[in-house]
């Protein structure tokens, strides 16, 4: 019975010599591997990467600070503390006489069009106390708002509600209910 192959190649033919036979008579010295550098090569030096790190957490720190303080706003912008608030101004007859019709938040373009709102609006502890620009067809303004709740479970007591004129005119705002 004959073998069969993967292969079809033939079998080398044997060795014509003895393989050579190498003897030692003491132990070898030893070699590097390899050769890491050339002697006459120094290491090049390492530059520091603290100033890297540092930079990387300071603008980590500052993308971090830009970022909540625009989603506070919109925070504040969509609340229905200045939805409230505009609606009040908008239908104010002596606003419409010194800024005009379509009395809006005026935009600010590092927001993309939206308003920026100074203050806080904490409805939980009961104080509200924002500022912020308007606009309507005739002119601008700031507009100043600033209301607390003495106790909870009391209506909100409107302590400053007032628009301070680009021109130097101020409007109180009147909140007494129809």
């Known amino acids: 019975m004959s073998r069969t192959f993967a292969t079809g190649f033939p079998r080398p033919p044997p060795p014509t010599q003895q393989p050579r036979v190498e003897t030692f008579s003491d132990t070898s010295r030893p070699r ?30 500052t993308g971090w600070g830009a970022f909540m303080s625009v989603v506070t706003n919109q ?18 007859a002596r606003l419409q006489e010194v800024l005009g019709d379509a009395i809006r938040p005026q935009p600010e373009w590092w927001l993309n069009g939206d308003p920026i709102i100074h203050g806080k609006i904490s409805q939980l502890q009961g104080n509200v106390d924002v500022s912020f620009r308007i606009r309507g067809s005739k002119g601008s303004g700031t507009l100043y708002f600033t209301s607390i709740r003495r106790e909870k479970g009391v209506p909100f007591t409107i302590l400053r509600f007032k628009i301070i004129g680009d021109d130097g005119t101020t409007i109180h705002v009147d909140t007494t209910p129809v």
């Open 32 to 61: 590097p591997y390899y050769i890491k550098h050339p002697p006459h090569k120094e290491l090049p030096l390492v530059q520091s990467r603290w100033p890297y790190i540092l930079a990387f957490v300071a603008l980590g720190v």
């Open 75 to 92: 925070e504040k912008i969509s609340s229905s503390v200045v939805r409230q608030i505009m609606r009040s101004v908008r239908e104010d």
